[in-house]
C-alpha cells in the first residue's frame, strides 16, 4: 500500500486528488495539507510514502517544505512529486534541488498522475524527457559556472565512460536512449546511472541532472 499526503492550499485541488488516488486500491491518502508548514507537520506525523507537494502556498512554500521534509525524513522513506506546471522552470529546478524526486503538471492526466506516485515510490526519478530538455535549454543559455569542490573532488572520481552518461542523463536521456546513443544494453546503461549515483551520492536521478549542471559539466555546445 503507497501512503500518500496531498498538499495544496486550493481544497478543489485536494480533493481531485484525493479521488483520483483513491480509486486505486494499492494507494491509500493519509492526509492532506493547505500550506508547506501543514505539510511539514503532517509528514513527520504520518510518515508517508509519497507528498504530493503544490508549489505556490501561503506561510511556507513547497520548495522550503520539500526541503525540510527532504532534509528531515527518517530513514529515507518520504519522497516528494512536485505538483506544478513544465513552464515553471526556476520553480521546478528549486524543488529538485530541495530533494524532490520528480515533477507533474496539473494538466496531468488522472492516470498520469497516478503513474507518477507509483514510480516515485519505486524509488526512481519522474523526469519527462521533454520536460527535462526544456530545463537543459534554458540552462545552456546561461554562463557556464566556475569549477566547484565537488567538480573537482567528486566528478573526478568517474570514468570517461561515467562521464558520457551522466552527459546524457542530464541531457533527459532515458536509459534505453541512453543505451542507443552509446551501442550499448538498457541494463548496462541503468548499471551505469546506478554506480554514478553511488559515486557521487546522489540521492535519484533527478539529483544527478542538478549536479551535472552545478559542476559545470552541462555547458552550452555540450
Known sequence: MIRVLVVDDQPLVRQAVRDILSDNGDIRVVGEAANGREAVVVTAREVPDVVVMDIRMPELDGIAATEQICAGRSGGTTRVLVLTTFEEDEYIVAALRAGASGFIGKGAEPDDIVRAVRTIHLGESLLSPAATRSLVERFVQQPAPRATVWEDKTLAR???????????????????????????????????????????????RAHLVILAYESGLVSAGR
Do not use: F
Open 158 to 204: 568517474l570514468t570517461e565512460r561515467e562521464r558520457e552518461v551522466l552527459l546524457l542523463v542530464a541531457r533527459g536521456l532515458t536509459n534505453q536512449e541512453i543505451a542507443a546513443d552509446l551501442v550499448i544494453s538498457p541494463h548496462t546503461a541503468k548499471t551505469h546511472v546506478n554506480r554514478i549515483m553511488t559515486k557521487v551520492d546522489a540521492r535519484d
